[in-house]
């Protein structure tokens, strides 16, 4: 029985898809839709100022400006959800760090049945070296993984 649906967004195109996607799907299932969004620009806003160059307190303003295009990001698919799918339950989350590991650790910790992540989304170039988030994601996660192009 699929009760509970993760999906990764990121604002990019796939994302878009990858989203459109869980949404038909957790109708379907009659699932809880959980809408996740991962900032890696956060984390790296939390580098020691002396390193980065920016004027002392900067760091905190960049924090918060990243804050709130995170929430953008996410009230934009929440309210998305609610428009087109009103009946389904939908909530969001909002965390900071790698993006593969942080989608894998709520798939855990939320004992999801299924996620849904974008081919590739707005990282690419790190991608190239680093390996795909999507990728990662289906390797390590504890549950069915949808890899949407």
């Known amino acids: 029985m699929i009760s509970k649906v993760l999906v990764a967004v990121d604002g990019s195109n796939n994302s878009d898809r990858a989203f459109d996607l ?19 620009a956060v984390v790296m806003s939390a580098v020691p100022q002396e390193t980065t160059g920016y004027p002392s307190g900067s760091t905190s303003v960049v924090t918060k400006d990243l804050r709130a295009i995170q929430n953008e990001i996410l009230s934009k698919y929440v309210d998305h959800a609610k428009a ?15 993006a593969a ?4 650790d709520t798939a855990k910790e939320g004992c999801f049945d299924v996620t849904v992540v974008g081919h590739r989304g707005l990282g690419k170039t ?6 795909s988030v999507s990728e990662k994601v289906a390797h390590s996660a504890p549950c069915t993984v949808i890899i949407v192009k």
Do not use: H
């Not at 038909?24 to 699932?31: I, L, N, T, V, Y």
């Not at 087109?84 to 900071?96: E, F, G, I, R, T």
């Open 22 to 40: 869980a949404l038909d799907f957790a109708e379907k299932f009659g699932a809880n839709l959980t809408i996740l969004n991962v900032s890696e």
């Open 84 to 98: 087109v799918k009103p009946n389904l339950p939908v909530s969001s989350l909002a965390k900071d760090g790698d």
């Open 101 to 104: 590991f942080e989608i894998v």
């Open 126 to 131: 790190r991608e190239r070296f680093l390996g």
